[in-house]
């Protein structure tokens, strides 16, 4: 079973996406914001694929991504923005950091999960 980070500050968000993935046979580790994450990838090195908000204390979610592209043992990682954040401006510069999906909240379940098989291997299901 494959192995999704969220990270997002708002426990109601992280809560709602882990029902969605654990019901989608995903396991679930959750982080409050990008500097829990980066920990959190080093806890669990087995992490298939990242799921993050923008807007975070701490470290935003663009801070983040750029560290995990720039860390050669995180850079592999797929990661899907899940945000609020609806200008195309916003969303060019995190695809050009390395986010392979940008979604814009509330995003459909099915969307979601349909993004992250797209990016994980399907050998890292059950």
């Given at each position: 079973m494959a192995?999704?980070?969220?990270?997002?500050?708002?426990?109601?968000?992280?809560?709602?996406?882990?029902?969605?993935?654990?019901?989608?046979?995903y396991e679930v580790v959750e982080a409050i914001d990008g500097a829990d994450a980066i920990e959190k990838l080093y806890r669990h090195p087995d992490i298939k694929c990242i799921v993050t908000d923008i807007n975070m204390p701490n470290m935003d979610g663009l801070t983040m991504l750029k560290k995990i592209r720039s860390?050669?043992?995180?850079?592999?990682?797929?990661?899907?923005?899940?945000?609020t954040i609806d200008r195309p401006e916003e969303q060019m510069e995190a695809l050009k950091a390395g986010a392979n999906f940008y979604l814009i909240k509330p995003v459909k379940p099915s969307i979601l999960v349909a993004s992250i098989r797209m990016v994980v291997r399907d050998g890292d299901r059950v």
């Open positions: 192995r999704i980070l969220i990270v997002d500050d708002s426990k109601m968000t992280r809560d709602f996406h882990a029902y969605v993935l654990r019901a989608s046979r860390t050669p043992e995180l850079a592999h990682i797929p990661v899907v923005v899940v945000t």
